[in-house]
């Protein structure tokens, strides 16, 4: 491996690292530069691609990621950045992350492939103890900013109990990382690079569902999305809606049957789960005074638990009804159940009805 | 009073049943039964290199090996390895995995089956090897691909077949699918889908019979555990730490890699730093052994020297067994990465070719005998499919069952009614 010379090379040259400058104003991802229609890997694929590009001392890792991944994310970074700086590790999620946090200590971008979000468990201890309290108990002598593990969540149709899993709430409740769950290609470029460039570890989930079927316009330059913004994809009056991920496209669905009751839903967009926009969502509920939650992860101790205290916390005397949260059953995830289990457009109409009508 | 005495209180902490207190000051506490120690170390492990035995393909360090082997290796003339009942029972057994595996891969792409299904096409020698060995009360634990191990084991193919449909009549009522075969009364312990997760799982398994023979007392519990899992795993922590735990405790438990080379696209020579697994064996203070993994009378061999160890209470044994996957690693994977010269050479290995050449030049039995059994199971197998086929698909209320003790686990509601019989509950209030 041409490892031992890259690291010669470097010390030769010290420490200096070529980096694309790029100013803190992000763009939105519109406009100037061309734009094609690609799906939710591509995407991810074009924004590593950029990624490695524009910082020599960024890697990725992870398992099966040298020819290209399971999921076709890491498409020919290998074949152009090298065996060195793009390389799959053995079956060690624990591991995995551990080294990532090593690397980024010492002052790279480690980009970690977790391959389903149901194998991060073992990798849980490393992120929470470790990637969490890195910047703070050493009083801010060493971060691992640097580092950000991505990894495929959510229902596929037949993932069944180990490959459809939403742990997100798990990462939420844990102060020093940052959670992030991109709704579309175009989103999940912009939002990528962002994780990536952030100089906090983020944990980065992609929703596999869309990874084929989301298709959209994609621009094909540097940009990024600003993260810890809510954005507001769809405006309304009477109730608030609030997703993330996949999610957001199932929700959309009830939005426009709802609206051929007569009923205007405002769809919000989370983007950053930790730490969240609180002020877009209590903007909206204080337009709508209604607001209601969905995520594919089981009801109880969700995320939209924590939204919706907040919510009530903040905007308790306009509520013209209580917090919906329409979620996954407290099930295991299951296999052939899977219709049944999940927040369905049915689902969340009924409960849009409900809440309006309270 | 003295470091070995303290160490092994302190690591006999939980077990201090038996009265009388240690014989002597220098020796950890001492139960009296000939395989002495309960827990502590193994200090006294013999380590023989014995590169004679041909039964290896490379030298393996082999500990306690049984006379009966020793005897077979002084012969000069090749005697058999198994009698004609044990031979046929074998091929029915390899038969049946493979006709098994062959129509999961057809009912797959007729849609009958979803989800991912792993096949074993080509590692059918390791699972009749082993586990034709075993005892009903001995327990087995898996991987995703565990189909075959749960045939081997005696769960019946019928089972299996609806369990894949996702129909109640398979052997968890449809809630595992392809990667959970579960069997109380077979002792197969799962079906995991996450690799290495079963290893600690078999290792607690193995304490329990240990437990039951030596503190419980039961006459007859000399229970086995068999922990199957790949090459892969053996790159990740839990597999060292039930290494260490099984060695320490000498648990009645055989490891048993399935090494393949291939942990879906990644290369075994390029993922561990030493690829010769069965060295960790020994590194652990445990016997580590290769064996051609193609070859079930091999690996029968090599398991029965691992399993009687087991049995006799001297702890456990690594065995490294080299065989190849012919599909790829899932339905859903093109297996594009792997040589084709490398399939062609494991294919020339196949165990099923083997085991019939070995059969029919040795006169265990004929080429009829052996196409009546081809015959038997394609009609096992067919009848497990329309069994599969007619059965009822699980009611919606059998998704919130299991979840806790109580089998409907979501209590009772404010009308008084069970939450889950609640037709609002599961459906919204709609329909789906």
Not at chain 1, 255 to 267: F, T, V
Not at chain 1, 323 to 334: E, I, K, Y
Not at chain 2, 230 to 251: P, Y
Not at chain 2, 355 to 376: F, P, Q, V, W
Request: glycine share 8%.
């Amino acid at each position: 491996m041409g490892f031992r010379n890259i690291i010669g090379r470097r010390l030769g040259l010290g420490l200096v690292r070529r980096r694309k400058p790029f100013s803190t104003a992000t763009c939105d991802g519109d406009g100037n530069g061309n734009a094609k229609s690609i799906n939710l890997y591509s995407a991810i694929n074009q924004a590593l691609h950029i990624a490695l590009e524009t910082d020599n001392r960024a890697f990725v890792f992870g398992e099966d990621v040298s020819f290209g991944g399971v999921f076709r994310c890491t498409t020919g970074l290998a074949d152009r950045f090298g065996k060195a700086r793009v390389f799959n590790t053995p079956l060690c999620e624990q591991g995995i992350v551990g080294f990532g946090i090593g690397l980024a200590a010492m002052g790279n971008r480690a980009i970690a492939e977790i391959q389903f979000a149901d194998y991060i468990y073992p990798a849980f201890d490393q992120i929470v103890n470790e990637a969490a309290k890195f910047r703070y108990r050493s009083g801010n002598q060493f971060n691992c900013g640097g580092l950000t593990i991505r990894a495929p969540y959510g229902a596929v149709g037949h993932g069944g109990h180990y490959h459809s899993q939403s742990p997100e709430a798990f990462f939420c409740h844990v102060p020093g990382i940052k959670v992030v769950i991109p709704r579309s290609p175009r989103q999940a470029k912009g939002l990528l690079l962002s994780c990536i460039r952030d100089p906090n570890p983020v944990v980065f989930f992609e929703p596999k569902w869309l990874y084929r079927l989301a298709v959209e316009e994609v621009p094909e330059h540097d940009y990024m999305l600003p993260l810890s913004e809510a954005e507001v994809i769809r405006q309304g009056s009477d109730i608030t809606l609030v997703g993330w991920g996949a999610q957001l496209s199932v929700m959309e669905q009830a939005c426009n049957e709802a609206e051929k009751d007569g009923i205007s839903c405002e769809l919000i967009d989370l983007k950053t789960l930790l730490p969240w926009d609180k002020e877009t969502v209590e903007a909206s509920v204080r337009k709508t005074g209604r607001v209601l939650i969905s995520h594919e992860a089981p009801v109880t101790g969700g995320f939209g638990a924590e939204i919706s205290a907040s919510i009530v916390e903040r905007c308790f005397l306009r509520l013209e009804a209580p917090v919906a949260r329409v979620c996954g059953l407290d099930t295991p995830f299951p296999l052939v159940f899977e219709p049944f289990y999940m927040p369905t457009k049915n689902k969340i109409l009924d409960a849009i009805k409900a809440t309006v009508n309270y | 009073m003295n470091s070995a005495s303290c160490a092994a209180k302190i690591s006999t902490q939980p077990f201090s049943l038996n009265p009388t207190s240690p014989t002597s000051h220098d020796n950890p506490l001492v139960f009296p039964k000939p395989t002495s120690l309960f827990l502590g170390s193994t200090r006294k492990l013999r380590l023989s290199s014995s590169s004679k035995l041909n039964l290896h393909r490379r030298s393996g360090t082999v500990v306690a090996v049984s006379d009966v082997v020793k005897q077979k290796k002084s012969k000069s003339t090749p005697s058999l390895l198994i009698t004609k009942e044990e031979g046929l029972e074998l091929y029915e057994d390899v038969i049946l995995g493979r006709a098994f595996e062959d129509m999961c891969a057809q009912m797959y792409y007729r849609g009958k089956m979803f989800g991912f299904v792993h096949l074993y096409n080509g590692q059918e020698a390791v699972s009749t090897g082993f586990i034709k060995l075993l005892k009903q009360q001995d327990s087995v634990v898996s991987t995703y691909r565990d189909h075959v191990h749960a045939l081997s084991k005696g769960v019946p193919a019928r089972a299996v077949m609806s369990e894949l449909f996702g129909k109640t009549t398979g052997c968890c009522r449809g809630q595992g699918g392809s990667m959970h075969m579960f069997s109380r009364e077979h002792n197969l312990l799962g079906g995991f889908a996450f690799i290495g997760e079963g290893i600690p799982v078999a290792t607690g398994a193995a304490f329990t019979s240990k437990y039951k023979r030596e503190i419980l007392k039961e006459a007859d519990c000399d229970h086995v555990t068999l922990a199957f899992f790949g090459d892969g795993t053996c790159n990740n922590g839990q597999f060292f730490e039930c290494l260490n735990m099984a060695a320490l405790w000498k648990l009645p438990i055989v490891f048993v890699v399935e090494n393949n080379l291939w942990a879906i696209g990644m290369s075994h020579l390029r993922a561990t730093s030493d690829p010769q697994i069965y060295k960790k064996g020994p590194a652990f203070g445990m016997p580590g052994i290769h064996v051609d993994g193609m070859d079930v009378l091999k690996v029968r061999e090599v398991a029965k020297e691992a399993i009687g160890r087991a049995r006799r209470g001297e702890g456990p044994t690594l065995v490294e067994c080299e065989t190849y996957r012919f599909r790829g690693h899932s339905l859903a994977d093109p297996d594009e990465l792997r040589d084709s010269a490398e399939k062609a050479y494991y294919a020339a290995r196949d165990p099923i070719t083997a085991l019939k050449k070995y059969l029919i030049e040795n006169s265990l039995a004929s080429e009829a005998d052996l196409k009546a059994i081809d015959k038997k199971i394609d009609e096992v197998v067919e009848d497990a499919v329309e069994f599969a086929d007619e059965s009822p698909v699980p009611s919606r209320s059998q998704l919130l069952e299991n979840v806790f003790a109580d089998p409907k686990g979501f209590g009772i509601g404010p009308d008084g009614r069970y939450r889950c019989e609640d037709p609002k509950f599961t459906e919204g209030t709609a329909h789906v």
